[in-house]
């Protein structure tokens, strides 16, 4: 209490005991008695302060070390998130540049306290499941088929030296741990680049230094025989297919772009190089229908050539456990599906010029549906015969000549009959069957749903039927709603049919076309569930890397 109150007090107790002693019809044993008992009354309060004054001392101690291991932890956590950001090139994720070691620092306060943070990516599948991947230096976290990089946990404890080990019981409460998770944007190169195989995936191309060591020299495009992470030139082997139709390839933040050595009257046997990348003829290439890879004529049209890209190894069979690499050139294509001639781009290669580019549309200029989780790839009327019992989802066929390309069985049109409750079109999508214009289809084919989920059937799948699609009244099959935009998570760039189901490429259920050698995602509804084999035509930008969820653990 204030000073001035403490002296009134004990006035007032001062004047009491002379009162009580001047009583002399009062024993002296009552005055002692209460003088102890106010001496007691007094020492107790004293020792109530100091204990009280130590334990907010304590407290406050304790506090600012917890408060400083907190701070140690979450600046780990920046570290990481730091690091993980540094990894990139154009403004795209470097895989192989992302950390895949302990990240450990101390912070920059007085005395600062050290921290040590470990990151564990996962990947997601078609379903939306995650699963945790190994990550190697150099290469960085390998996913495995059908799934993509898409976040990583991120664990920080300070001060390191009196972090326990995760999942351990320790009794030391002077340490912190926070964990975060940080999602990865998706593009169309959730994982920058991939391999572009051969038909029977026996062999890949690789891009190679003239020199040995650097681009310095030049490259040239070679077939290899050893392809993947295992391989020692994996990061070589990871083409992009953009959207001005270029093959290119990232080394040391650099693009290089596979040159056309132009329209040719012969075959020509020197290697093809690398250049300078961009919207020019010299340096773009189209997909034709058998997944050749053809010249881009010269003359402005973008019309392709009759030229292609030609595997030298596509007739050997090298022995086992060797590695045979040769030099591409360009040969006469040949109209069909042979290991010398077709290639395969995983889907991580990219769409080229079919990947849309806004999104207010439903569709981009060569009028594809491109989807999101196999992105390079489109939905295909098998084989050009529109009696299949399935359509599939094929490596995107593209010219810059993109009102002759792609042909009709790849391009989509749609004609809208009404809107739904949420302002969404609901019509019609069909192909212009035998022609590559939407305008005026003399023989339109209409995608028609079989209103039923694969739980039900795992054959359930999308075909396509003779329709008439300005006709106002349609079956109920044939109706579809696009989403665009206005769908939230879970319907965002899709299409739904009349019993809400929504169009999608399963990776779980593939098939071999007639006369094919290799099986392709089918095309089906199923329950929408906002997984990317939903999404078509999403823009190269869905989603946003983020740190989110941090929270103590």
Same mark, same amino acid.
Request: hydrophobic share 30%.
């Given at each position: 209490?204030?000073?001035?109150?403490?002296?009134?007090?004990?006035?007032?107790?001062?004047?009491?005991?002379?009162?009580?002693?001047?009583?002399?019809?009062?024993?002296?044993?009552?005055?002692? #008695?209460?003088?102890?008992?106010?001496?007691?009354?007094?020492? $107790? $309060?004293?020792?109530?302060?100091? &204990?009280?004054?130590?334990?907010?001392?304590?407290?406050?101690?304790?506090?600012?070390?917890?408060?400083?291991?907190?701070?140690?932890?979450?600046?780990?956590?920046?570290?990481?998130?730091?690091?993980?950001?540094?990894?990139?090139?154009?403004?795209?994720?470097?895989?192989?540049?992302?950390?895949? /070691?302990?990240?450990?620092?101390?912070?920059?306060?007085?005395?600062?306290?050290?921290?040590?943070?470990?990151?564990? =990516?996962?990947?997601?599948?078609?379903?939306?499941?995650?699963?945790?991947?190994?990550?190697?230096?150099?290469?960085?976290?390998?996913?495995? %088929?059908?799934?993509?990089?898409?976040?990583?946990?991120?664990?920080?404890?300070?001060?390191?030296?009196?972090?326990?080990?995760?999942?351990?019981?320790?009794?030391?409460?002077?340490?912190?741990?926070? $964990?975060?998770?940080?999602?990865?944007?998706?593009?169309?190169?959730?994982?920058?680049?991939?391999?572009?195989?051969? =038909?029977?995936?026996?062999?890949?191309?690789?891009?190679?230094?003239?020199?040995?060591?650097?681009?310095?020299?030049?490259?040239?495009?070679?077939?290899? &025989?050893?392809?993947?992470?295992?391989?020692?030139?994996?990061?070589?082997?990871?083409?992009?297919?953009?959207?001005?139709?270029?093959?290119?390839?990232? #080394?040391?933040?650099?693009?290089?772009?596979?040159?056309?050595?132009?329209?040719?009257?012969?075959?020509?046997?020197?290697?093809?190089?690398?250049?300078?990348?961009?919207?020019?003829?010299? =340096?773009?290439?189209?997909?034709?229908?058998?997944?050749?890879?053809?010249?881009?004529?010269?003359?402005?049209?973008?019309?392709?050539?009759?030229?292609?890209?030609?595997?030298?190894?596509?007739?050997?069979?090298?022995?086992?456990?060797? #590695?045979?690499?040769?030099?591409?050139?360009?040969?006469?294509?040949?109209?069909? =599906?042979?290991?010398?001639?077709?290639?395969?781009?995983?889907? %991580?290669?990219?769409?080229?010029?079919?990947?849309?580019?806004?999104? /207010?549309?439903?569709?981009?200029?060569?009028?594809?549906? #491109?989807?999101?989780?196999?992105?390079?790839?489109?939905?295909?009327?098998?084989?050009?015969?529109?009696?299949?019992?399935?359509?599939?989802?094929?490596?995107?066929?593209?010219?810059?000549?993109?009102?002759?390309?792609?042909?009709?069985?790849?391009?989509?049109?749609?004609?809208?009959?009404?809107?739904?409750?949420?302002?969404?079109?609901?019509?019609?999508?069909? &192909?212009?069957?035998?022609?590559?214009?939407?305008?005026?289809?003399?023989?339109?084919?209409?995608?028609?749903?079989?209103?039923?989920?694969?739980?039900?059937?795992?054959?359930?799948?999308?075909?396509?039927?003779?329709?008439?699609?300005?006709?106002?009244?349609?079956?109920?099959?044939?109706?579809?709603?696009?989403?665009?935009?206005?769908?939230?998570? $879970?319907?965002?760039?899709?299409?739904?049919?009349?019993?809400?189901?929504?169009?999608?490429?399963?990776?779980?259920?593939?098939?071999?076309?007639?006369?094919?050698?290799?099986?392709?995602?089918?095309?089906?509804?199923?329950?929408?569930?906002?997984?990317?084999?939903?999404?078509?035509?999403?823009?190269?930008?869905?989603?946003?890397?983020?740190?989110?969820?941090?929270?103590?653990?």
């Amino acid at each position: 209490m204030p000073a001035n109150l403490r002296c009134s007090y004990w006035r007032r107790v001062t004047r009491a005991m002379h009162r009580i002693g001047n009583r002399g019809n009062r024993g002296e044993d009552g005055s002692i #008695v209460l003088v102890l008992l106010l001496i007691m009354f007094l020492s $107790i $309060i004293a020792v109530t302060v100091t &204990t009280g004054a130590l334990t907010q001392l304590n407290l406050s101690t304790n506090l600012k070390l917890r408060n400083d291991a907190l701070q140690g932890a979450l600046a780990g956590n920046q570290a990481a998130v730091a690091e993980i950001r540094s990894a990139a090139s154009g403004g795209n994720l470097t895989v192989s540049q992302l950390p895949c /070691t302990t990240v450990a620092g101390v912070t920059n306060s007085t005395a600062g306290t050290p921290y040590t943070a470990t990151i564990q =990516y996962q990947q997601q599948n078609s379903q939306g499941q995650y699963a945790g991947v190994s990550c190697t230096p150099g290469v960085g976290p390998i996913t495995t %088929s059908h799934s993509f990089l898409a976040r990583a946990i991120i664990t920080s404890c300070a001060p390191a030296n009196v972090c326990p080990a995760v999942g351990s019981a320790a009794p030391n409460t002077g340490w912190r741990r926070t $964990i975060s998770t940080y999602t990865f944007k998706t593009t169309n190169a959730n994982i920058p680049g991939g391999l572009v195989n051969t =038909y029977q995936f026996g062999e890949c191309m690789v891009a190679s230094f003239n020199n040995g060591t650097d681009p310095s020299g030049g490259m040239t495009l070679d077939v290899t &025989t050893s392809c993947g992470p295992a391989s020692s030139s994996y990061t070589l082997e990871k083409f992009q297919y953009t959207s001005t139709w270029n093959l290119e390839i990232i #080394v040391g933040g650099q693009g290089y772009c596979v040159q056309d050595p132009e329209d040719l009257s012969s075959p020509k046997s020197s290697p093809i190089v690398f250049g300078t990348c961009g919207a020019n003829p010299t =340096y773009q290439w189209g997909i034709d229908d058998t997944a050749e890879i053809r010249g881009v004529a010269t003359n402005g049209s973008g019309q392709p050539t009759n030229w292609c890209i030609n595997n030298p190894l596509g007739d050997t069979q090298p022995a086992p456990q060797t #590695v045979q690499t040769s030099p591409a050139f360009m040969a006469a294509c040949a109209g069909g =599906y042979d290991n010398k001639y077709t290639w395969q781009m995983a889907p %991580s290669v990219g769409a080229g010029g079919a990947a849309p580019s806004d999104t /207010t549309t439903l569709f981009g200029n060569t009028n594809q549906l #491109v989807n999101y989780q196999e992105f390079g790839r489109c939905m295909d009327v098998t084989n050009q015969y529109v009696g299949s019992s399935f359509l599939i989802d094929y490596s995107c066929k593209q010219f810059p000549d993109t009102a002759d390309y792609p042909t009709w069985n790849q391009r989509w049109c749609f004609t809208q009959h009404s809107i739904d409750s949420n302002g969404n079109p609901v019509g019609v999508l069909y &192909t212009p069957q035998g022609q590559t214009s939407c305008a005026s289809p003399s023989n339109p084919y209409c995608a028609q749903s079989p209103l039923e989920t694969p739980v039900q059937a795992v054959d359930a799948w999308v075909t396509v039927v003779p329709c008439s699609p300005s006709s106002a009244t349609q079956p109920t099959a044939l109706s579809w709603t696009g989403w665009s935009i206005r769908g939230g998570a $879970i319907h965002d760039y899709t299409w739904t049919d009349a019993s809400g189901y929504c169009l999608e490429a399963n990776t779980q259920n593939p098939q071999y076309p007639s006369g094919s050698s290799n099986e392709w995602s089918t095309i089906q509804v199923a329950t929408c569930d906002g997984s990317y084999m939903q999404k078509w035509n999403a823009p190269a930008t869905l989603g946003s890397s983020q740190i989110a969820d941090t929270h103590e653990g």
